[in-house]
Nanobody, 125 residues
Framework: QVHLVESGGGLVQAGGSLRLSCAAS????????MGWFRQAPGKEREFVAR????????SYADSVKGRFTISRDNAKNTVYLQMNSLKPEDTAVYYC??????????????????WGQGTQVTVSS
């Protein structure tokens, strides 16, 4: 089992940057595929990015491709989401998630077993 805690959210102007962090408990962090999702008010939770166990493979939603970068430091049990060129439509609660499986359905909520509590990101226009 893994416990996830996000941090780094806040208020930023459009065009600005933020880096989110997700710290994981336990000694098996490197065995988990990690993902970031987000949920805007009144909308469903949606996939943002995913990174493989060692960090060599990443996947992104089309809406963030070229602006967001997911990375991980297995020595620190932490996954990051660097968000650049932020837009008001990026406003949401951002969640990190973990799964043992590297599956083709990585963009689906049901593919992940563990979730953090979320961190709020607000982008003003």
């Amino acid at each position: 089992q893994v416990h996830l805690v996000e941090s780094g959210g806040g208020l930023v102007q459009a065009g600005g940057s933020l880096r989110l962090s997700c710290a994981a408990s336990g000694r098996t962090f490197s065995r988990y595929v990690m993902g970031w999702f987000r949920q805007a008010p009144g909308k469903e939770r949606e996939f943002v990015a995913r990174i493989s166990w060692g960090g060599a493979a990443t996947s992104y939603a089309d809406s963030v491709k070229g602006r967001f970068t997911i990375s991980r430091d297995n020595a620190k049990n932490t996954v990051y989401l660097q968000m650049n060129s932020l837009k008001p439509e990026d406003t949401a609660v951002y969640y990190c998630a973990a799964t043992r499986d590297y599956s083709d359905t990585y963009y689906e909520i049901r593919s992940y077993n563990y979730w953090g509590q979320g961190t709020q990101v607000t982008v003003s226009s």
